[in-house]
């Protein structure tokens, strides 16, 4: 397993050189001390915590994995004592509100502080992961009274949370559920129903664990108009906020998995557990969707995270195994191989994992700090930054995650032979990488929901949005000597509203048009957003080249690595484009019955 090494400097360029974090928090209410400084500092601590701790259980967590018996389930051996490190050390506390014990520091803080931890060890990183969307939404649904019971032991991280949404016959489809909640007399309600794949849903690494819960109640409407949220502790919480006896739900089993071993993944019985309702009755989903926004970013840095595990193991391996000469003469004429890095062809693939990392990593810092503008942003940026987080977040989930499953299997084709072979760690990489495809909604999903919900049905608003701030970078850059960035980001823009149009028009005639497009539509808009970012990192180190400030070896490799996405990668939008246009009749012509010739 390749040992991890945080990239604090390209996170350093991203945060500080490319998206301007200086100026934009000291912009923000209560982000004023959140200087470039102070978040190094605390970066750089995280980076510590990851390679030390974290990097060293990645490989062992994935061959113990976890042990389910009826008195719980047991992590592998140094998580329980990873986690107390972390709560030692404050972690959890980071981004959460002040009143319940956080450090009201910046999401994106937050957000790249997972990175260090998930990229290090994503398995690990699942048992708090999941807290923060928990958080999140107690923080923003939640009574007062339930943030004063729930949210200081969730933020201290001495309680961990989970989303428990997923029934074995519904899936995706959560108006099909049938977990059902009775009103009780002293104002709870008895939760009963089974859930599946719940992440975290019982270990042994805090002292209670509290189910965000959907479930019906009596008489509610069919279909998600008829789904209420709920908070359901494992042991229930006395008034003076001590433990009390345990609650009526429990781990069944767990899954046994292809990747991410050493999460638990359970399924979990609710025996007429006491809950509380959070919020107004049947208004679930839609505060769900607090914790569900959450969770998709957080699943968006997987993807990140293991593209960039799998490009530091690829690089190191790369360097240094020896096959073949270069078909440009010897490189290495003392031996009796060059190392494979020269290449073109593991050159390509290495390329592909570096514009990946590198790239996806400005769009999902860019994405948090979008998130700390609607949190602390006056109305009219608060606005216009969640009209960009709606329209981003679907491809950030779906995009990010396939193209972080493609860097995955590049590493094992890195290795050739041994990436299959289980004491390099590569295979791990990637069997780790393929649930993110999955969980949190689909590509198929995700793209639903992009083609659907944010561009058709905003009749094209939300993407203007974004178009018209790719349109302002460009004005902005007109210089020539950035014109082979701007120019081709002009013309995908255009292309991107046009083909909009066309699908949306075929989608008024026949809807299956729009699915039919859903999955092509998203990928080209995930390659058209990630060119957005890597031009604007493109320009940012042309111009300090041009300064002569810095390493300027690193700024270099940094328009290198922007030349090759937009060359290489970016063309791909045209496979794309040519298929979502093709229509829905090439899908929907075959007979069901047909499918079995």
Sequence with gaps: MPSYKAPLRDIQFVINEVLDTENLYAGLKGYEEATPDLMNAIIEEGAKFAENVLSPLNQSGDEEGCVWSEEGVKTPEGFADAYKQYVDNGWPSLSAEPEFGGQDMPNMLGIVINELAG?????????PGLSHGCIKTLEAHGSPEQKEQYLPKLVAGNWTGTMCLTESHCGSDLGLLRTKAEPQADGSYAITGTKIFISAGEHDMSDNIVHIVIARMPDAPEGTKGISLFVVPKFNVNEDGSLGD??????????KKMGIKASATCVMNFDGAKGYLIGEPNRGLNMMFTFMNTARIGTAMQGLAHAELAYQGSLEYARERLAMRSLTGPKNPDGPADPIIVHPDVRRMLLTQKSIAEGSRAMLYYLAQLGDIVDRGDEEAAKKADDLMAVLTPIAKAF????????????????????????????????????????????????????????????????????????????????????????????????????????????????????A??????MYSGYVVLGYFWAQMAVAAQKKIAEGEGDTAFYEA?????RFYFERILPRTASHKLALLSGADNLMEMPEAMFAF
């Design 119 to 127: 990229t290090a060890n994503w398995s690990w990183l699942m048992y």
């Design 400 to 515: 990010v995650t396939e193209a972080g499953l493609e860097a995955a299997n590049h590493g094992i084709q890195i290795y050739g032979g041994h990436g299959f072979i289980r004491e390099w760690g590569m295979e791990q990489i990637a069997r780790d990488a393929r649930i993110a495809t999955l969980y949190e909604g689909t590509t198929g999903i995700q793209a639903l929901d992009l083609i659907g919900r944010k561009v058709l049905g905003s009749g094209g608003k939300l993407l203007m949005g974004f178009t018209e701030m790719m349109g302002e970078f460009v004005d902005a850059n007109a210089d020539e000597s950035y014109a082979e960035f701007t120019g081709p980001l002009s013309t995908y823009k255009d292309e991107w509203l046009t083909m909009s149009l066309e699908v949306g028009g075929k989608a008024m005639e026949n809807p299956d048009e729009a699915g």
């Design 517 to 522: 497009a859903s999955v092509d539509y998203l």
């Design 558 to 562: 940094k328009l290198m690595t922007a």
């Design 246 to 255: 345990r609650n009526g739900v429990h781990c069944a089993s767990i899954e």
